[in-house]
């Protein structure tokens, strides 16, 4: 099981950290990622760790976002910074055991309920 945490409303320019806790023995054999889904749009890949720590961005968040594992906290956190409305969206934090790409939603096994984040003035 994944619990995701963290969003809130924050201001544009702001920086918020989003926190997703997973239970079971096997976390660090696992990809980890998050996605987020906007109203009215597609699900959206955003970041992914694999289970040997390589970090993959997407194109909309890199340079602003970044990601980190903790093992022994079985925890993984998405640390977002320069914040601005178009980050506005539902994420969900994702884990699987696979190989190749890390940005493919289909590919992960279990899922959290998702943490709203909210940027607005």
């Known amino acids: 099981q994944l619990a995701d945490s963290g969003g809130k409303l924050v201001q544009p320019g702001e920086s918020l950290i989003l926190s997703c806790v997973a239970s079971g023995r096997t976390f660090r054999s696992y990809n980890m990622a998050w996605f987020r889904q906007a109203t009215g749009k597609e699900r959206e890949f955003v970041a992914a760790i694999t289970w040997d720590h390589q970090v993959n961005l997407s194109e909309a968040v890199k340079g602003r976002f970044t990601l980190s594992r903790d093992d022994a906290r079985t925890a993984v956190y998405l640390h977002m910074a320069s914040l601005n409305p178009d980050d506005t969206a539902v994420y969900s934090c994702?884990?699987?055991?696979?190989?190749?790409?890390?940005?493919?939603?289909?590919?992960?096994?279990?899922w959290g309920q998702g943490t709203q984040v909210t940027v607005s003035s």
């Open positions: 994702a884990a699987g055991r696979f190989s190749g790409t890390t940005a493919l939603a289909r590919k992960y096994e279990y």
